[in-house]
């Protein structure tokens, strides 16, 4: 997966940086069609604010943003809320090749 890290107004330190590339790309174990990682720290007076946009192969974007006084707590929040939503979505996909529950049923008995 590529990871795009993105500055805005502010300076990330190399740990940051590091630490946004390798849970961006542990969120791949939630959805393997996960193609691109687009992560944006930015700082406004005293909040830095974290944005997350995932791009999925033949799906739509999904986006996440956090603020927080330092941007690895923010960075945590976003991830959690990324993970979640890639989460909800996976247990939402409906197998349509297998068999419906109630044959497994009538099989059994």
């Known amino acids: 997966m590529r990871v795009q890290i993105t500055a805005r107004h502010c300076d990330i ?52 943003r956090a603020d927080d006084r330092d941007f690895r707590p923010a960075l945590d929040k976003v991830v959690e809320k990324l993970s979640k939503q890639l989460r909800r979505t996976r247990d939402q996909v409906v197998d349509h090749q297998s068999p419906p529950l109630s044959a497994d049923v009538l099989e059994e008995e």
């Open 13 to 64: 330190s190399d740990s940051v940086r590091e630490r946004a590339e390798t849970q961006m790309a542990r969120l791949t174990r939630y959805d393997p069609r996960l193609s691109a990682a687009e992560v944006i720290f930015d700082e406004e007076k005293h909040i830095r604010k974290v944005e997350a946009i995932l791009s999925i192969d033949r799906g739509s974007p999904v986006v996440a």
